[in-house]
């Protein structure tokens, strides 16, 4: 192993789902720290993608949460929430890079997995992975220490620095203990040592890895609420809240059931503090194809990324709530009462301040066709007069308005 300037202090990237962490992953990571004489591990666990968030997978707060029970208490650990908190595909170089630049007298080694090791050449920007790291490797399921050596060598040859341990690895993986756990079996995988004792009891009392899908279990609208106090700004917090008490008031007047309003008011913005990297990222991951108009106006994003989200992710079943969130900031032609309701809650919440605001929430009180003919006029106006797109969906909402309107003054 080559060493340039002899920095200080060595820390190691351990990055992983953790989903859950276990007593695998931290031997492993004390095991390298003793033979490397590491001063700090850093755990990062990594952002899932949503399209591959299934079931059985805990949000990622959770296994934060877990990655900082199970290493509590221990000074070699530290847990980051970086590349969650960037959403989206990391790139190791990025993450490395980052981390170069908090901590940059610090010598950083990187500990993968024995099969991520056999593939490093060919991860993106190789080349600054090597520079900023020593690649850290161990023998596991059927990768044996010859392959692992003859890696290490080809790597080295492109001027890595590599350190392949021969150390014991606990036969145990995350899959096997979700499949377990699915069998309610928590505490006995704490007592055969595989799980933290601490991680055990977190896995129980919320009820994770149960096998019936954890996401499933969020449904309430307490549980919705949670969720995005951890997403949102305080802000926009307050004004999700603000919108589903109006919509559930809107609901009673325009035909629309009151709790599905109150839920599609506390969602509808669940995406919106994301920024337009990310937004993009899950619809990506979504497979969601944005039309030309979309494709020019990020505000829009929130909107079809977050009805996505509520549905494959929160597993939000009831499909007035999703196209209510769906359709919240463009409207469209036939609305459901629901997709009225929301709509016009957008703009009259408690917490609303704009010029016509007042004349916004008294036509609201008359009923939902003056409402939102009112709002369309005045966002079309808006976008024209910043000389952006209007979307196609707006227009068709407005012209539908405006055609009722003039219909029932001619008859
Ligand atoms: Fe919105
Ligand atoms: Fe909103």
Not at 242 to 265: C, P, W
Not at 372 to 380: D, G, R, V
């Amino acid at each position: 192993m080559k060493d340039g300037a002899a920095p200080s202090k060595r820390y190691a990237l351990f990055g992983g789902t953790f989903d859950p962490i276990h007593e695998g992953h931290l031997r492993l990571a004390r095991e390298f720290a003793r033979r490397l004489c590491l001063d700090r591990v850093v755990l990062m666990p990594t952002y899932v993608p949503p399209h591959k968030m299934k079931e059985s997978l805990a949000p990622a707060e959770d296994r934060l949460a877990m990655c900082r029970l199970a290493t509590a208490g221990d000074p070699l650990f530290t847990v980051s929430d970086l590349e969650i908190r960037r959403g989206g595909a990391s790139f190791t170089a990025d993450t490395l890079a980052a981390l170069h630049e908090q901590e940059p007298e610090v010598a950083w080694y990187l500990i993968t997995g024995a099969d991520m090791f056999l593939t490093l050449g060919t991860w993106n920007r190789f080349d600054e992975i090597a520079r900023l790291a020593v690649l850290c490797a161990a023998p596991r399921d059927g990768v044996g220490m010859p392959e692992l050596l003859a890696c290490a060598e080809t790597l080295e040859s492109r001027g890595a620095r590599c350190a392949v341990e021969d150390i014991p690895v606990l036969p145990v993986s995350s899959t096997q203990l979700r499949q377990r756990l699915s069998g309610g079996e928590a505490g006995d995988s704490a007592a055969d040592g595989l799980l933290p004792e601490t991680v055990a009891a977190y896995i129980a009392a919320h009820k994770l890895y149960t096998g019936k899908g954890t996401m499933k279990t969020m449904q309430t609208d307490e549980q919705f609420i949670e969720i995005i106090r951890g997403r949102l700004t305080e802000k926009r917090f307050h004004h999700s809240l603000a919108v589903a008490e109006q919509a559930a008031h809107l609901a009673s007047l325009y035909g629309a059931d009151a709790k599905k309003a109150r839920t599609a008011g506390i969602l509808h913005d669940i995406l919106k503090d994301e920024k337009p990297a990310a937004l993009l990222q899950i619809l990506h991951d979504f497979g969601i194809i944005l039309d030309n108009v979309e494709a020019v106006t990020p505000n829009l994003w929130h909107a079809i990324a977050g009805a996505a989200f509520i549905e494959r992710v929160l597993h939000v079943e009831d499909a007035e709530i999703v196209t209510a969130v769906r359709y919240h900031t463009t409207g469209r032609a036939g609305m459901s009462p629901l997709e009225k309701t929301l709509f016009v809650a957008d703009f009259t919440s408690a917490d609303r301040k704009y010029d016509d605001v007042q004349e916004m929430r008294r036509l609201a009180e008359v009923g939902s066709a003056p409402a939102m003919e009112y709002a369309l006029n005045y966002t079309i106006r808006d976008l024209a007069g910043r000389g952006l797109a209007i979307h196609p969906d707006a227009v068709h909402a407005y012209n539908e308005l405006v055609a009722a309107r003039l219909k029932e003054k001619t008859l």
